[in-house]
């Protein structure tokens, strides 16, 4: 249903899994469990996995806590796009790399589901994208010290408003690990 014109394909985008980002994160080992359970499906079905990891001050480049976690070997024939900002489309090679592969269709997963999560499902859709999250394969850690509510209803309110998004043309929505249908 995509409104991006010859991009009947669909990939698993996997957003900043990294050390540092999810060391502290709700139901961290269950999530990444859950993502290592599609990146092998993806990969068996031959459907491409792009990996998103975020630099920033706290997050140096190369430093222990920029690497992905250790669970999620990533594949070096999968694409990785490296970001800054929380849309992992903005000053990005993603979309360059989504179009080489006729992608319209993405199935998200990583962290964190309050920011970059959020970010990028927003991104994906204004850009045409049908964009599906994976309402168990994604977490963020505790903000209610700034306000924020707890971990689990930040995962739960995202899950419960991406289930209910529409614009003409394209599909949002939320799946679990175990109903992910790549052939969609």
């Known amino acids: 249903m995509t409104t991006l014109q010859n991009r009947p394909g669909t990939a698993l985008l996997v957003i900043d899994v990294q050390n540092g980002v999810v060391a502290q994160a709700h139901e961290r080992d269950a999530v990444v469990a859950n993502i290592?359970?599609?990146?092998?499906?993806?990969?068996?079905?031959?459907?491409p996995v792009v990996w998103v990891q975020h630099s920033s001050d706290e997050l140096s480049k190369g430093s222990d806590n920029w690497k992905y976690v250790p669970e999620l070997p990533r594949d070096d024939a999968e694409p990785?796009?490296?970001?800054?900002?929380?849309?992992?489309?903005?000053?990005?090679?993603?979309?360059?790399v989504l179009a080489g592969l006729a992608v319209g269709r993405l199935v998200v997963a990583g962290a964190q589901t309050d920011g970059c999560i959020r970010a990028?499902?927003?991104?994906?859709?204004?850009?045409?994208?049908?964009?599906?999250?994976?309402?168990?394969?994604?977490?963020?850690?505790?903000?209610?010290?700034?306000?924020?509510?707890p971990p689990d209803a930040v995962i739960s309110h995202t899950n419960l408003y991406w289930n209910f998004q529409s614009a003409p043309g394209r599909e949002a929505g939320t799946v679990t690990t175990e109903e992910v249908d790549f052939a969609h």
């Open 36 to 47: 290592a359970t599609l990146v092998g499906k993806a990969r068996q079905e031959k459907v």
């Open 80 to 96: 990785l796009v490296e970001k800054r900002y929380g849309d992992s489309f903005e000053d990005t090679n993603l979309e360059s």
């Open 120 to 149: 990028t499902l927003h991104g994906a859709f204004t850009r045409g994208y049908d964009a599906i999250l994976v309402s168990d394969a994604h977490t963020t850690e505790d903000l209610s010290q700034w306000g924020a509510p």
